[in-house]
């Protein structure tokens, strides 16, 4: 949107001496205390805004290599290189000319910072997806940082809504570029959409389409305090930006009501997605089952103690034939159910334990803290670490192998993970 560089200038009685560089000079003078109430101090503020808050060519150059380094830092898991890519992240004023133009009314200039702001995110977005395509090669790598900011947090959100009205109350009373408020917003922003491309680029469904979401809420929210403090610094909106103003608000709260409302996984729910349930699905565990066959006389039976092996495979179907002379008795069946033991992931660090699909295995997942696994005491040692067989219902789909004991807490009796001698089983038929 082309503005002309001469300032908005009230028209002076004839009588005053005062040159325009001096008009000038008094003007800013009286921004940088206060906001003007007059309509033409207003007209010149706004000028200005919309000018410096107008898309520059340097905002697509930093977006592409702020998506770059951040998809780098998504597939290394490290928060430092995440830091270096909002550090170099463009300064998000034309966010601020956004928000200007729905004050004013002001259609182009809507549609135009609009625009920049949607290639700006199709930049950090590509980023994030050549990254997790990159990731496809590299499997053993967690992605801890990927599903922490695909994830609602409180903490998050208080820190976006001082972002948001610092960086509008800074860039509307001080020419001075406001590089702080900037970071936040652009962390908040760039991260949850990098993450999500990351997602679907390595196919991580608990990622994307979450991390949209994520950003959704974010961006919604951050509009909504932006306006308010435009509002609350006295700009008097245009007639059309009123009518503007208002579609916008309720545009934003919809958004904002709808996805905290639609089951996005937030920080304190991330945990407890899985839900135990009382039943073992037969494709997950086997049941063994205990045949007998007997005579008419009645043998004592008593279900033996089992302790697998490690590197023994448990549960596994175990049946005992014994072959007696035929007689005209029924033939008496008992089969014994396993009993699972739950757990929740409880790591000491890094916000959840890496799920895998062999003792020391291929990485397949991040499990969090907090989600709930059942477990049927198979284990293995491996160089002094025990590994145990987990089952866990993510999303409606169940999901095994192996994590380390050491991050399990358990809510039912903790199973001994004890080797043993392999159990025998005897049954002597009366004469």
């Known amino acids: 949107m082309p503005f002309s560089d001469e300032p908005i200038l009230p028209t002076e009685p004839p009588h005053e001496e005062l040159t325009s560089a001096q008009r000038v000079r008094r003007r800013r003078a009286t921004r940088r205390s206060s906001i003007p109430t007059d309509a033409e101090g207003q007209a010149e503020l706004i000028s200005s805004l919309a000018r410096r808050a107008y898309p520059s060519i340097e905002l697509f150059i930093f977006s592409l290599v702020c998506g770059a380094i951040l998809g780098l830092g998504f597939l290394l898991d490290s928060p430092v290189v995440l830091l270096l890519g909002i550090l170099v992240a463009p300064l998000m004023t034309p966010w601020v000319g956004f928000l200007l133009a729905i004050l004013t009314g002001s259609v182009r200039f809507q549609f135009e910072t609009a625009m920049a702001l949607l290639i700006s995110i199709a930049l950090v977005f590509a980023g994030g ?112 930006g009123i009518v503007f103003s208002g579609i916008t608000l309720l545009l934003f709260a919809g958004i904002l009501f709808t996805v905290m409302g639609s089951g996005v996984p937030s920080g304190n729910e991330a945990g407890t997605q899985s839900t135990p349930t009382n039943q073992v699905s037969a494709p997950l565990s086997p049941t063994p089952g205990l045949f007998l066959t007997s005579t008419d006389t009645a043998l004592p039976l008593s279900a033996p103690s089992r302790t697998p092996t490690p590197g023994t495979p448990s549960p596994v179907p175990l049946t005992i034939d014994i072959t007696l002379p035929p007689t005209d ?31 020391g295995g291929s990485y397949m997942m991040t499990l969090l803290n907090g989600t709930i696994v059942e477990t049927y005491s198979e284990f293995e040692i491996v160089n002094g670490s025990t590994w145990v067989k987990v089952y866990a219902t993510l999303n409606g789909r169940q999901i095994e192998g192996w994590l380390l004991e050491s991050v399990l807490r358990y809510a039912t009796p903790a199973p001994g993970f004890e080797p043993s001698a392999t159990p025998a089983f005897t049954v002597t038929p009366n004469p």
Do not use: C, M
């Open 329 to 359: 008795t029924p033939t008496i069946t008992l089969t014994i159910q396993p009993t699972p033991t739950y757990g929740r992931i409880f790591a000491s660090e890094g916000g959840g334990a890496n799920l895998r699909d062999a003792p």
């Open 129 to 240: 997806l050549l990254s997790g395509f990159a990731a496809r090669l590299f499997e053993d790598f967690p992605h801890n940082n990927a599903f922490i900011h695909a994830r609602l947090w409180i903490p998050a959100l208080v820190v976006l809504a001082i972002g948001a009205v610092t960086l509008v109350a800074s860039f509307a009373r001080s020419e001075a570029k406001p590089f702080l408020p900037s970071v936040l917003i652009a962390y908040l922003f760039y991260l949850p959409i990098n993450a999500a491309a990351f997602g679907l680029g390595a196919g991580l469904q608990d990622i994307f389409p979450q991390g949209l979401y994520v950003f959704a809420a974010h961006f919604a929210l951050a509009s909504i305090l932006g306006l308010v403090t435009l509002f609350l610094l006295r700009l008097r909106p245009s007639t059309g």
